[in-house]
């Protein structure tokens, strides 16, 4: 998968470690508003654990295992979505994502979640994505109703995170299911 267009000026594109500065950048200027989510925003805090981060994704990807992609918007990056968790021969996969607040309300996420879900149940034949969300995060959550998932139950108390407990939705959608929504919806 390279650059796919999620509208006028917007693309989901690789993010790789030479764009270590600009995703630290872009991480230390949205940390607030990213790090009750995500617990790796406490990890990236300068150019060179970015570039630790992003390589990570970069040798799993050459591996055929999770990776990473950035959102931008007219060229800056204003987001980004992972294959959190990639299972070609599970069939499997997890999506995760996250966006600036002056990038929210644009269906960013909901394009690029779908180009990735296009992707991962067509060309690499997967039979299930998920997409795992704090109760609290009703945007999140939004998105993955607008993908049609289905929400499966809820993982208890399943990480740590700032000394607290958390807990996670477990949504789900299939390959048949994906098909027939693509078919009569596409990408809403």
Same mark, same amino acid.
């Given at each position: 998968?390279?650059?796919?267009?999620?509208?006028?000026?917007?693309?989901?594109?690789?993010?790789?470690?030479?764009?270590?500065?600009?995703?630290?950048?872009?991480?230390?200027?949205?940390?607030?508003?990213?790090?009750?989510?995500?617990?790796?925003?406490?990890?990236?805090?300068?150019?060179?654990?970015?570039? *630790?981060?992003?390589? *990570?994704?970069?040798?799993?990807?050459?591996?055929?295992?999770?990776?990473?992609?950035?959102?931008?918007?007219?060229?800056?990056?204003?987001? $980004?979505?992972?294959?959190?968790?990639?299972?070609?021969?599970?069939?499997?996969?997890?999506?995760?994502?996250?966006?600036?607040?002056?990038?929210? $309300?644009? $269906?960013?996420?909901?394009?690029?979640?779908?180009?990735?879900?296009?992707?991962?149940?067509?060309?690499?034949?997967?039979?299930?994505?998920?997409?795992?969300?704090?109760?609290?995060? $009703?945007?999140?959550?939004?998105?993955?109703?607008?993908?049609?998932?289905?929400?499966?139950?809820?993982? *208890?108390?399943?990480?740590?995170?700032?000394?607290?407990?958390?807990?996670?939705?477990?949504?789900?959608?299939?390959?048949?299911?994906?098909?027939?929504?693509?078919?009569?919806?596409?990408?809403?």
């Amino acid at each position: 998968m390279l650059t796919t267009s999620l509208g006028p000026e917007a693309e989901l594109c690789p993010l790789e470690p030479w764009q270590a500065a600009e995703f630290f950048a872009y991480t230390d200027r949205a940390r607030a508003h990213l790090a009750p989510w995500l617990p790796w925003t406490g990890a990236v805090t300068d150019t060179a654990s970015a570039r *630790r981060f992003l390589q *990570r994704f970069a040798d799993s990807q050459a591996a055929d295992g999770p990776r990473i992609y950035g959102i931008r918007l007219s060229g800056e990056l204003v987001g $980004g979505m992972i294959f959190r968790l990639f299972d070609a021969a599970q069939g499997s996969c997890e999506l995760g994502a996250w966006l600036a607040p002056e990038a929210q $309300g644009r $269906g960013l996420v909901t394009r690029a979640a779908a180009a990735m879900i296009d992707w991962a149940v067509g060309p690499r034949g997967l039979s299930r994505v998920e997409w795992l969300v704090s109760p609290a995060n $009703g945007p999140s959550i939004a998105v993955a109703k607008r993908l049609g998932m289905t929400h499966e139950g809820t993982l *208890r108390s399943v990480f740590e995170m700032d000394g607290k407990r958390h807990d996670l939705e477990l949504w789900a959608v299939l390959d048949e299911e994906w098909r027939q929504r693509a078919g009569s919806h596409p990408h809403e």
